[in-house]
């Protein structure tokens, strides 16, 4: 949600500054996106749901680097008896079993994985729908332009007045008199980074060993209310 609205931002902003002077006349304001969303139940929702299937996937993960550890493991007490035959059949299914676990992660977390499209699965609807609230508030105010103050625009400066976040939430029928204060931003927004077993980083960061012969262990504001 961060940068849902940080590209139109940086092009209107560019094209405001190749206006004429004179001309830019016209009103503008802001919302802060990530406590609007943080103030919604279905976004919150969607986030857990999330955390869930992200801990389940890596505790699946672990349950095969685990399985891993185990070949190799028995491997390196059976070498001495193997022929060259059968070691070199171990170490063809201990590396296979590597390559699957990678596979899997990267089929999961990697960049358009499962956890990507389930994230814009269930977070669509929800982005929506503010996005609607939104534009229904520019329109009411007759703003030309709507800046996201939690996106990757940089705004060093924010006056209150120009601040039109509690009328987007009043729009979503969640205006309250603890209006503006600040919501679950980190804990309901992001989905919790998955880690291989004891802290370390997770198979789709892990190298595959190249193997010749013998096989080596994988180390697994109060706002001023405008009228």
């Known amino acids: 949600m961060n940068k849902m609205f940080s590209w139109i931002a940086a092009a209107v902003l560019a094209l405001l500054l190749s206006v004429p002077q004179g001309a830019q006349a016209q009103k503008f304001g802001y919302v802060d996106s990530e406590f ?11 986030q857990q749901e ?20 185990k070949l190799y493991r028995n491997y390196q007490a059976e070498e001495v ?3 060259e035959p059968m070691k070199k ?20 977390f990697g960049f358009e994985g499962q956890l990507f499209k389930k994230r814009q699965e269930l977070t669509k609807p929800v982005q929506d729908q503010v996005f609607e609230a939104i534009e229904k508030v520019a329109k009411k105010k ?16 924010t006056n209150p007045v120009h601040d039109y976040t509690e009328f987007v939430l009043e729009e979503l029928g969640l205006a309250s008199e603890e209006r503006n204060q ?15 077993p004891g802290g370390e980083a997770t198979v789709e960061d892990e190298p595959v060993p190249t193997r010749t012969k013998q096989p080596t262990r994988t180390t697994t504001r109060p706002a001023t209310r405008k009228n």
Not at 39 to 46: D, F, G, H, R, S
Not at 144 to 152: P, R
């Open 81 to 83: 008896v193997l022929t």
């Open 36 to 46: 609007i969303m943080g103030k919604l139940p279905a976004y919150a929702q969607a």
């Open 89 to 108: 059949k171990r170490q063809d299914e201990i590396l296979k079993k590597e390559q699957d676990i990678k596979a899997y992660s990267n089929n999961i």
């Open 142 to 157: 007759q703003l030309a332009i709507v800046f996201d103050k939690s996106g990757d625009l940089t705004m060093l400066y």
């Open 50 to 69: 999330l955390n869930t299937l992200s801990s389940n996937w890596q505790k699946d993960i672990e349950t095969q680097k685990k399985e891993l550890d």
């Open 182 to 196: 600040p919501g679950q931003k980190g804990a309901v927004r992001s989905v919790t980074t998955p880690q291989a």
